[in-house]
């Protein structure tokens, strides 16, 4: 099972900055007054410094030859690295949960257990401006931490990955793009290019609405993996600390054998100032 179809499920869950505003000075303000617009924004930019965790369950349908279904809860991670007054090392990370029925074999089948992980690296420079353009690059690993065949693809991947931001007022705009390659293991060999076009408004109380479209194409077998993601999620703060709410849903424009035609979703965010 390509393992992107749980990233597509859960690539969301975000928040954001007054203009002018970086980073460190949205958490100087969270001393004084939390600012949920501030952080909403924050968190739709995929090249934000913030140590935050994902904690996300999307449940897909439709899933051929069997109209099979999945659960996925998904946890993902980023902790960032101050390299220099110039530099930071961001590390954006997720590792899947999977419970299938009806996926393999037949329409009472069922598997479960951990999925693969991926793992990112990325060298983005410091802003002074909570504005404006932001970029990162640097490469994605795939690690075959699947306990089940039919959950992981049983290979080891590593392509270069990109990311570019642009925030300006209420507006994030975003595109993430990767291709992998296998290099090792024991399941078929991969060549895939994946990019994710991202498009977010945020109102000032912290509620935003964002759209998406995960694609995936699979150089060996020629084919398009097509979902468009429509999410609404809300910032607030709880205990002291920044955390986004949301709720997705998922469209398959393209999918192919043991992938979904539609779903749904929500998660949790932890952002740590």
Known sequence: MRSLSLLCAGAVGLCSLHAGENPDQVLEKQTTVFDSGAWAKLLQNPLSPITRVDLETSFDFGIDPYNGNRITPNIKFNIPARLSEDWWLLTPA??????????????????????????????????????????????????????ERQIGLRTWAAGPEAAIAWQNGPWTYSLTAHHMWSYAGSGDHISETFFIPHCAYTFDEGFTVSAMIPADYDWKNHRWLLPVILDFSQTFDAFGQPFCVGIYGSYYIKTYDKMPEWGVGFRIVWAMP
């Open 94 to 147: 997720s590792n899947p949960i999977v419970f299938q029925h009806g996926v393999f074999d037949d329409e009472h089948s069922s598997e479960s257990g951990l999925g693969d992980m991926f793992q990112s690296f990325w060298l983005s420079p410091n802003h002074s401006s909570g504005e404006g353009l932001f970029w990162g690059a640097g490469a994605i690993f795939l690690f075959p931490f699947a306990t």
